[in-house]
């Protein structure tokens, strides 16, 4: 019995030192030393002050700025309480949600009378998508443009500008940060208009 339990705890003490104690502070050291930006949240400063993260989305609903998906991650944007609603495309309370968005986006784009892209009426699956379609870009720029004073024209120029694009050409969608492209636009277009 004993030849058998004592290679066992050897083989159990070897990789909990490995896993436990050698490999976590390696790979965090060698992150820090050649991904900082991403080992440590991929975190977003305007002189010097962090407004947010590239990974995680925000609530903006002033008219001069983009809005993101809706969030179904605790009150909006909540990384402590993210994941889906699980609701099915049979629940009557997705019905009421998506209506309720379909509501809200025609309130706040009244010039956009085209079909409403999906990702600006449900949520995404962990309710901190950043990212927004370009088609959500486009149906918005309507309002942004106004309210900032730009060219429709120019605006759809700038959002295009400001798009991650498919990888390698044809791996994902294209679409936007919506909190970067806010922050190059307050840059590019300031003004005053609370967040």
Not at 7 to 19: D, G, N, Q, S, Y
Not at 70 to 91: E, I, K, Q, R, V
Request: glycine share 10%; with cysteine.
């Amino acid at each position: 019995m004993w030849r058998q339990i004592i290679p066992a705890f050897r083989i159990t003490l070897v990789f909990t030192l490995l896993t436990g104690l050698i490999y976590p502070p390696l790979v965090t050291g060698l992150c820090q030393l050649f991904f900082p930006y991403q080992a440590n949240g991929s975190l977003i400063r305007v002189h010097g002050r962090v407004v947010g993260s590239a990974l995680i989305g925000q609530r903006f609903t002033q008219p001069g700025y983009f809005h993101p998906r809706p969030s179904a991650a605790g009150n909006g944007y909540d990384a402590a309480a993210s994941g889906g609603s699980n609701l099915g495309p049979t629940s009557r309370n997705l019905v009421l949600r998506v209506k309720a968005a379909v509501a809200r986006f025609r309130n706040h784009n009244p010039d956009d009378h085209g079909a409403i892209p999906a990702d600006l009426l449900t949520a995404s699956g962990s309710g901190l998508d950043p990212d927004i379609s370009l088609a959500s870009a486009y149906a918005e720029a309507p309002r942004v443009a106004k309210a900032r004073g730009i060219a429709l024209a120019r605006l759809r120029q700038f959002i295009h500008a400001h798009a991650a694009l498919p990888w390698g050409g044809f791996l994902g969608e294209p679409r936007v940060n919506v909190l970067l492209l806010n922050l190059a636009l307050d840059a590019a277009y300031p003004v005053k208009v609370s967040r």
